[in-house]
């Protein structure tokens, strides 16, 4: 099964689950407040339906455009603006008449189904698989360090010991920790045994952001070519995948960051390059682009062994409400930058999230993904803009608090409003994945 299949059978499992949950959170609600339901749909049926079957007073089906689902509260101004139905006189099994406490139950109960389901999610991924934990002691050869951090006093081999004073339990979260977190001090091992506590600025985040530098901490990998750019100087210069790089320019390489290292600032530079390349030793000429760049990437991994961290079922779910909070914390804390002109080429559609799935199955990598995503969709549909739960909600807060309703013709107004928003978030975000698509290309 080819890798694209795989990633995107993985993307409508999870979604079909994130949706149909999500709209049981408004269904179950409305119907304990004896609000009629007309329509429960995975997808949207717009002209036909895959698939439908009436039950009770409820339409149950399967739509043919997978950009989400809904549920067809009567007496409601939602994304089907059924105007002739709000003509009529208010009936008594209508959304609109029920109490306003009523009704913001009813609006939030997705959201609040879609955080709870993200934070057990944690809780049992926790409990089934443990953890994979990278202290420093199983990091030897510590991080390979941009340049442009050098300045705050790291070096190429530093471990990192502690964050704020705390050891994290995973060193490669370090570079979101930078980027949305708070971080004042970081204590750090040089290559040499010595040990420093360094200071950074409140802006670090910012800074690390607007320079382009994630990650600015990469673990150090041996010299062995993984991916050869198209059309790059590499692999013009006929170097390939698997080949180990022992010496550039006469100098003995063991890490892949000294090439690029060696490397810097030396635009349309003709470089001398021994590799092994299976039992035999080759000398190679490549010459660097305008950047000072070949155009490589080594393999991940293989120089460090992460450890699996067991937890007892009351320790797991302890342990996967922290990492549900902190993983909400992080998202919100960098939507922010969605608002800059860097945050913005980096919004990203349906092609964006398949790519957090696994290439091939595998079911702690699907829930992982899956749990990000729910905590995701919750954050996006509180937001208040017209036509999310959040929008409901908004205009469900003011009445609450003025006493005054909004009137339908403004709701129907500010539903079309947000319905075009959203139509041309969802284009820019695919055209952002299209864009880079054909880019890669």
């Known amino acids: 099964m080819s890798p694209i299949l795989v990633k995107t059978l993985q993307l409508l499992l999870s979604l079909s689950i994130l949706i149909v949950l999500h709209e049981l959170g408004h269904f179950i609600p409305a119907k304990l407040f004896k609000t009629r339901v007309e329509k429960f749909f995975l997808f949207f049926d717009v002209k036909f339906a895959l698939f439908k079957k009436k039950i009770g007073e409820t339409v149950y089906g399967i739509g043919w455009l997978p950009l989400g689902g809904y549920v067809k509260i009567s007496g409601m101004i939602d994304e ?37 389901l993200g934070f057990v999610i944690y809780m049992m991924i926790l409990f089934v698989w443990g953890q994979k934990q990278l202290k420093p002691e199983d990091m030897p050869h510590g991080f390979a360090v941009v340049e442009e951090m050098e300045q705050f006093g790291f070096k190429n081999g530093d471990k990192i010991l502690s964050v704020n004073d705390k050891e994290l339990d995973n060193a490669l979260r370090f570079n979101s920790y930078l980027l ?60 390939l995948k698997g080949d180990k790089v022992l010496a550039v320019d006469g100098k003995n390489v063991t890490f892949f960051d000294e090439i690029g290292s060696h490397l810097k600032d030396k635009p349309n530079y003709d470089t001398q390059l021994v590799v092994e390349r299976g039992n035999q030793i080759d000398t190679i000429t490549a010459t660097t682009d305008e950047d000072g760049k070949l155009g490589i990437y080594s ?143």
Do not use: C
Request: proline share 5%.
């Open 80 to 116: 089907s603006m059924d105007k002739d139905q709000m003509a009529g006189p208010p009936q008594p099994w209508e959304f609109r008449s029920k109490p306003a406490w009523q009704r913001l139950i009813i609006m939030v109960g997705g959201v609040t189904v879609n955080l709870i």
């Open 299 to 441: 393999m991940q991994g293989g120089m460090v062994t992460p450890k699996e961290k067991k937890f007892g079922f009351g320790e797991a779910v302890w342990k996967g409400f922290a990492y549900g909070y902190w993983t909400l914390h992080d998202y919100v804390v960098q939507f922010k930058y969605i608002f800059t002109k860097e945050g913005a080429t980096q919004v990203g559609g349906f092609g964006t999230i398949a790519k957090m799935f696994p290439s091939v199955w595998d079911w702690q990598s699907f829930w992982m993904s899956t749990a990000l995503i729910s905590i995701i969709l919750a954050f996006m549909n509180i937001l208040p803009i017209p036509a999310l739960d959040g929008g409901h909600v908004m205009f469900l807060l003011y009445e609450m608090i003025t006493g005054r309703k909004p009137s339908d013709k403004f709701l129907e107004y500010a539903q079309m409003i947000g319905f075009f928003l959203l139509i041309a978030l969802l284009l820019f975000a695919n055209g952002n994945d299209i864009y880079r698509w054909l880019s890669e290309r």
């Open 180 to 239: 949305v977190r708070d971080v004042s001090n970081v204590k750090v091992e040089h290559i040499d045994g010595t040990q420093e506590t360094l200071r950074l600025p409140d802006t670090i985040g910012d800074y690390i952001f607007k320079k382009g530098l994630m990650p600015a901490f990469q673990l150090r990998t041996n010299p062995i070519l993984d991916t050869i750019i198209a059309d790059s100087q590499a692999e013009k210069a006929g170097l």
